[in-house]
Every structure is written in structure tokens, then in C-alpha cells.
């Protein structure tokens, strides 16, 4: 069992818990969600589990029918950038992750939380658009395009920010979002983000110098998770259109 995981400490009813892994794989990590999905599900962590982390260089390809189509870059590109594509089974369409982005997978019950799959996604865009307030930077949503996004990144269409793709197995979420800091954005002209044709930006793209730290980010993130969640449990347990 990997060490993280097996310490992470019990006794989390209330609150959700977190798991910092710094820089991981991909595929490390999807086999952490999977293993922390299963303790949600056996009622370990009520209140569900949030694993923060960095990815080396990585393309992800997801469900979308025409997803694949939306790689760019060559077989040789890619080998000379060092990024890794690899194929998952979470919604949307293709992605990349790389150092200086971070990656959160909410491994969240959404029956203890009243949530259908729609809130649950309106509920991860608002908590990267409170996190994003924190640090004087104003996110948007975008009418059909999921994530998060802001003006006047140097663009005249609004930039994204924050992609958003996950995966519900037996009502309790995996995979997640991936809010770019301070992100090489030149790794998105390897692709065609999610497959929309727009502009991609960062916290250090708009705010220079006053770029917050990862580990700031991190704990405001966590704070914003535990300050969102509690506001959608049921006021009785019945009342879940889930259950």
C-alpha cells in the first residue's frame, strides 16, 4: 500500500479529508483514486477525501467522441517535450497537466451531500471561483463549457483557467480539476483544450510578481472544499434524491 495512504489518519465524519502527494504520475494516481474511492464507499471517510498533487507532463484524452482528434503535436514533439498522453475514462475532452498546475480529485460522496451530477459540477466551479477571489482574480463560467475562466488575460476571448472532467462510480466522484498557477502554457500547443479553440492562462499570467505560492493555492482550495460542502448536506437524510 502506498505510505500516504496508509497514513492517512481516521476519524474525518466531519470534515473531508486531504491527502498532499506533491508531483506523482498520472497513472500513480489514478491507482490512489481508486484505492481511496473504495474507503469512501466502505463509510472510512464520510465526508470524502481530497488529493492534491502535480503531474510530470501529461496529455489526457477523455470520453469525448472527437477527443483524440484534438492532439496537435507530433509522435516526435511530444517524445522531445517529455510529455506522456494517455487515455482515461472521466468526461470532457483532451488536457494537459504538467509542474506549477494543480491538480485536485475530490473523491466526494455525492449522496451525503444532496448533490446530483450537474450541482456537483456548478459546486467545483464555484469553489475555484471563491478560491480565485482570494487573489484579486475574477472567474467566470462560460455558457456550455465547463471549467472556469477570466477576462483580460491578454486575449480577447475569455482564457481558461480551471478544466474540469470527472467520473462517478456508484455516486461517489473521481478525477477532478487542474487550476493552471504557474503552468509552461506553451504545453497547450500541443493541443486543442478541450477541443473549444480557446485561449489558456495562469495565476502568473495575471498577476506577476503577486503570483500566490503552490502550497497557498493548496490550503485555499482545501478551506474552500470544507467551507462548500457542509452547505449542500441534507437537512434529512430521506431527502436525498440520490438515496
Known sequence: MNTAIANLSKGHNATIATLDVGIMGYLAAWDMQLALHQRVLS???PAGILILVEHPPTITIGRHPDARRHLLASPATLSARHVEVLETDRGGDITFHGPGQLVVYPIIPLNTYNLKLHDYMRLLE?????????????GLRSPGATGVWVAGAGTSAPAKICA????????????????????????????????????????????????????????????????????????????????
Open 43 to 45: 463509510g472510512e471517510f
Open 126 to 138: 464555484q469553489v475555484v471561483i471563491e478560491v480565485l477571489a482570494r487573489f484579486s482574480v475574477t
Open 164 to 243: 474540469m472532467g470527472i467520473k462517478l462510480r456508484r455516486w461517489v466522484s473521481l478525477h477532478g480539476l487542474a487550476l493552471n498557477i504557474t503552468t509552461d502554457l506553451s504545453f497547450f500547443d500541443l493541443i486543442n483544450p478541450c477541443g473549444l479553440g480557446r485561449p489558456v492562462t495562469s495565476l502568473t499570467v495575471l498577476l506577476g510578481r503577486h503570483t500566490p505560492t503552490m502550497a497557498q493555492v493548496k490550503m485555499a482550495v482545501v478551506d474552500q472544499f470544507r467551507t462548500a460542502l457542509p452547505n449542500n448536506l441534507p437537512r434529512h437524510k430521506e431527502s436525498s434524491p440520490l438515496s
